[in-house]
């Protein structure tokens, strides 16, 4: 395995996995934009993330396309490479790369908590692990998703005058939240921004159920009083959320752990809602592995690194350009 300007190559496969820039082959592990780019020649990926990649970027967008099941051996030159689920989001999957006896697992973003809208993530065991590091910060504990939901509920419950627009990310977390919500009771309509819409109808299409979803529209302003609201990040607090009945703005992040990153986005009521892995999980996930040696990227990587190196395990920091950290 090489770092490359690229990305992360396997040589002996001529494979880059979650290139940054259009290559003759990628292994691509997820969809959102940061690690899903278009303009590679040949993409090897699940089916969910291939749809993914032509919703956002076109049909044409990605060359010939090889979207094995799960766990379904593909001989490229002398390296088997299989996918694994991942449990980010719809169809994230783990890259594994296994060439003359030596195994290789590149997980790509993921969590351990459980996901109505994705495949749960599946530890495999390796030589290598390559680990996201998004939350790899001891500060970073996620609280059960049901008790952020049931805080978001009880807070609709009490001001049944006002709106409720929650900024989720489009891919991933939107259908997430709707799918908890849904899980905890709340069987009325959830109005949507239309920057989120043809995602939700690629998840239905993919048997995800949302329940009834409507346009946030200003035309259905006087419906919603007392309803909930998604938008992406970037609305909540602008002029479109204002033309809701007193909004109270909300924010399902992994970052809103940190209550100063609330209070600089204008977030009233903070949620704890993230679909990458705490600490914990990180730890967790290394020890149910027990790899030979630990890679560490994209994120707080050298805090990690020295935890694992503490406790005995091989661990080093990969630095990897071209991560936005898309839907934390």
Do not use: N
């Not at 490479?81 to 994230?92: K, R, T």
């Amino acid at each position: 395995m090489q770092v490359r300007p690229e990305g992360l190559y396997c040589q002996p496969a001529d494979l880059f996995i979650d290139p940054i820039r259009p290559v003759a082959r990628a292994a691509i592990t997820h969809g959102h934009a940061d690690h899903a780019r278009p303009g590679h020649e040949a993409v090897l990926t699940s089916a969910e993330t291939l749809a993914i990649m032509q919703a956002r970027f076109g049909p044409a967008s990605v060359g010939g396309a090889t979207t094995p099941h799960w766990h379904e051996p593909v001989t490229i030159g002398e390296v088997s490479v299989q996918l694994v689920p991942a449990g980010h989001i719809l169809g994230s999957a783990q890259v594994v790369l296994t060439w003359r006896g030596t195994r290789v697992v590149i997980s790509g973003d993921y969590k351990r908590s459980a996901d109505p809208t994705c495949r749960p993530f599946e530890p495999v065991a390796c030589d290598v692990f390559v680990t996201e590091a998004t939350f790899g910060l001891p500060v970073f504990r996620h609280p059960p998703i049901a008790g952020e939901i049931a805080t978001l509920l009880a807070s609709v419950a009490r001001q049944p005058e006002r709106a409720h627009v929650v900024g989720v990310y489009a891919l991933g977390k939107c259908q997430r939240v709707i799918c908890e919500l849904r899980r905890a009771g709340w069987d009325r309509p959830i109005f949507v921004h239309g920057a989120l819409q043809s995602l939700c109808d690629l998840y239905q299409a993919h048997g995800v159920d949302l329940g009834p979803l409507l346009p946030a529209t200003v035309a259905a302003k006087s419906a919603m009083a007392g309803a909930i609201v998604l938008a992406p990040p970037s609305a909540i607090a602008d002029r479109w959320a204002r033309r809701l009945p007193d909004p109270v703005v909300c924010l399902a992040s992994g970052w809103m752990r940190v209550r100063q990153r609330a209070k600089q986005r204008g977030v009233e009521r903070p949620l704890v809602i993230s679909d990458h892995a705490d600490w914990d999980e990180l730890l967790t996930t290394i020890a149910d592995i027990a790899p030979g040696e630990v890679w560490v990227t994209h994120g707080a990587e050298e805090a990690l690194v020295h935890q694992l190196q503490s406790t005995g395990q091989q661990a080093r920091a990969l630095a990897l350009i071209g991560r936005e950290l898309e839907g934390s």
